[in-house]
């Protein structure tokens, strides 16, 4: 597959004589592909059953004119006034019993069976209208499903269709009380009619309670999404289904939803993410205005693993942005290293938040390509660049094939929703914690692939597990049977599927390849680190502790300051019993890779190396140049050995 680049553009929000000088100047910068639609519906349907199409039938002929692609949007995520007030059940419930209200975007529940009934009519209308047009090539389901706190809902229709899940799931009430151990405060159930949602208790609820609800609100996204999808490929054979997932978002199970899907992509915000997410305000202000190295690339890695094609960016932040606390600005080539990141990284096309900068609404202090006044702005030139350079990489390089990474990093779900339920310890992040896990390996200069609990593993010469609570019966011989080296994190089968503590105690069957016991644990504060002792490395232990007891042959390799085992080795499995500073992480992964036979390469922390279809990629997030890696004969298709500030290499080694 070429690479593209696309860009989001909204006909209704310009005057339609600029449409064709919009197409026009996307078709000469080396835009292909154009994403229409999502946000649209009061424009299309302004009020119950009246519909106006012929807006969207021109635009979509102006850009198809032009040789552009489209990709049609379903404007479900923001259903019209009308609508919520002909049907009082749509609003999504919040915790407090209040009703989200219109307004914004988003506002409707999952569970509601009027608006499940009224999506399923306006996507049936836009398929049959569209489904088989020409320049549509793609179709986007909805938009950025769960953002905005939305995925979970306490509405009545939610407790209604929750019930049924539970009754699908455990098929009768005296399996679920068993499940979750409702003896314990008298809480047991005589029927499924009794159980509402875990909400307004005295203190916390019940926390299997908790957990079945988080699955059943995943769920309910699985469902809505399906419910499109089968309705837009019955209407548009041979057409590429796609959702917009969003960066570092955990409140559903994507891989779920993304295995009816063609296409995963995903909105990339990297200096939006720094503000938002949970990095130190030293981390923020040392990465103001590029964005972690590894921050986009977890999560490039994280939905090429589950996109049976190349996956997209769909969103990609050309500038400033709105929505943050604080919105600096990129510095200058920072928009052309993400877009060429991300085509290292295995994306088949880099889409552009927006073509130009709206004047009006929410979000009219978010860039675009083009300034208000129709002016191209710094990411508008960055992206021509980027065109310019994808012709002479393809020219050189031919379709590159997708990336393979030797090392796998196993991601889950439920476990976020788990630890965020029991944490024990107020710190314990799991997406926190899997991300520097993912940073240490790409500090050494390793390309890694993020991939679910049941994917293949063989083929990999190093399988990192980030604390995983939940293990599937399967998962510990496929783990042995893979030859990998194996690196499991603290609170690894912790817990049962029913949110128990195992009988023969963590790490539950993990104890088939890891013959050791967890026998007590213990969360500390912020302010607390414990000692830890590795060889001649030493480094700190930081939020958690699992104190072990061991069978014969179980190596010691690590200890804490009180002497109880930090890290563990049993053959090629090796368990970590805290989570430990940036530097121990990276020198023990470092020992691990070794042994698997890997070529580790401590890299600065400014530098990323990635490689696909031959090719190498380098990225410079400094402020100053540097060298290029094993430059010494490579031939250079973009850039040079020494590499620019914010600057891209592409590059074929010598020993290529």
């Known amino acids: 597959m070429s690479l593209q680049l696309g860009v989001c553009y909204y006909p209704e929000h310009w005057p339609e004589d600029m449409w064709e000088s919009d197409a026009q100047r996307m078709k000469a910068l080396g835009i292909k592909q154009v994403r229409i639609g999502e946000f649209a519906w009061s424009r299309i349907e302004p009020s119950p059953g009246e519909f106006r199409w012929e807006w969207l039938d021109r635009a979509i002929k102006v850009l198809a004119e032009q040789g552009l692609e489209v990709v049609m949007c379903t404007p479900t995520a923001t259903p019209p006034k009308w609508l919520i007030d002909r049907h009082d059940d749509v609003l999504a419930v919040d915790a407090n019993g209040r009703a989200r209200a219109f307004g914004s975007r988003r506002h409707y529940d999952f569970s509601s069976d009027s608006y499940f009934k009224e999506s399923q009519r306006i996507v049936q209308l836009l398929g049959e209208r569209y489904g088989k047009h020409p320049a549509i090539t793609a179709w986007q389901v909805d938009n950025e499903y769960g953002c905005h706190h939305t995925v979970v ?27 979750w151990g409702t003896v314990f405060w008298s809480m047991e159930y005589r029927s499924f009619e009794e159980i509402d949602a875990p909400i307004g208790t005295v203190t916390e609820a019940h926390p299997a309670h908790r957990l079945d609800y988080r699955r059943f609100a995943s769920d309910e996204v699985v469902r809505y ?31 779920s939803v993304a295995a009816d899907l063609d296409v995963a992509s995903w909105d990339s915000y990297p200096l939006g993410a720094m503000e938002e997410m949970w990095f130190a305000p030293e981390i923020k202000a040392r990465w103001l205005r590029t964005g972690h190295p590894d921050f986009a690339s977890f999560n490039h890695d994280l939905y090429r693993g589950m996109s049976a094609q190349p996956f997209w960016v769909m969103e990609q932040q050309p500038g400033p942005v709105n929505w943050a606390q604080w919105n600096p600005s990129p510095l200058p080539g920072m928009v052309r290293l993400w877009s060429w990141e991300a085509f290292a990284h295995g994306a088949g096309c880099v889409s552009y938040f927006r073509w130009r900068q709206v004047p009006f609404g929410q979000e009219q202090m978010h860039a675009g390509l083009n300034r208000p006044d129709n002016v191209l702005d710094v990411g508008g030139a960055e992206a021509a660049c980027v065109a310019q350079e994808i012709s002479l990489v393809e020219q050189a390089a031919g379709a590159l094939a997708q990336p393979r990474g030797k090392v796998a990093l196993l991601f889950d779900y439920t476990a976020k929703w788990l630890f965020e339920i029991h944490h024990q310890g107020a710190d314990f992040h799991y997406p926190r914690v899997v991300f520097e896990y993912y940073s240490a390996l790409r500090s050494l200069g390793l390309d890694v692939d993020i991939v679910p609990l049941h994917a293949a593993l063989d083929g990999y010469a190093m399988i990192v597990v980030p604390p995983l609570p939940i293990i599937p019966d399967d998962l510990p011989a496929r783990l042995q049977s893979s030859g990998a080296q194996v690196v499991l994190g603290p609170r690894s089968g912790s817990k ?11 790490p539950g069957p993990l104890q088939s390849i890891l013959p050791l016991r967890v026998w007590r644990v213990e969360s500390m504060r912020p302010n607390v680190s414990e000692p830890v002792q590795c060889g001649d490395q030493s480094g700190q232990a930081h939020h958690w502790r699992d104190l072990i007891e061991t069978d014969a042959g179980v190596d010691t390799v690590a200890t804490f300051g009180d002497g109880h085992p930090a890290i563990l080795r049993y053959q090629r499995v090796h368990y970590l019993a805290s989570v430990f500073d940036a530097g121990l992480t990276r020198d023990y992964f470092e020992q691990v890779a070794c042994s698997a036979g890997l070529n580790p390469q401590r890299l600065p ?27 010494n004969g490579a031939s250079f298709l973009v850039g040079a050995a020494e590499l620019a500030p914010q600057g891209v290499a592409i590059y074929r080694q010598a020993e290529q």
């Open 153 to 179: 809902s306490y509405s009545a229709s939610a407790q209604r269709r929750f019930r049924l899940w539970l009754q699908a799931r455990y098929g009768d009430i005296a399996a679920l009380n068993t499940a």
């Open 225 to 255: 999404n399906r419910m499109q999808v089968e309705i837009l490929r019955a209407h548009a054979p041979g057409r590429v289904m796609v959702h917009n997932f969003m960066q570092m978002f955990v409140e559903f199970d994507h891989y």
């Open 496 to 506: 049962t599927v029913s949110l128990q503590i195992p009988a023969n105690l963590p």
């Open 605 to 631: 922390e400014t530098l990323r190396l990635n490689r696909r279809g031959g090719l190498t990629f380098a990225f410079n997030y400094a402020d100053a140049p540097c060298a290029v890696p094993h430059a």
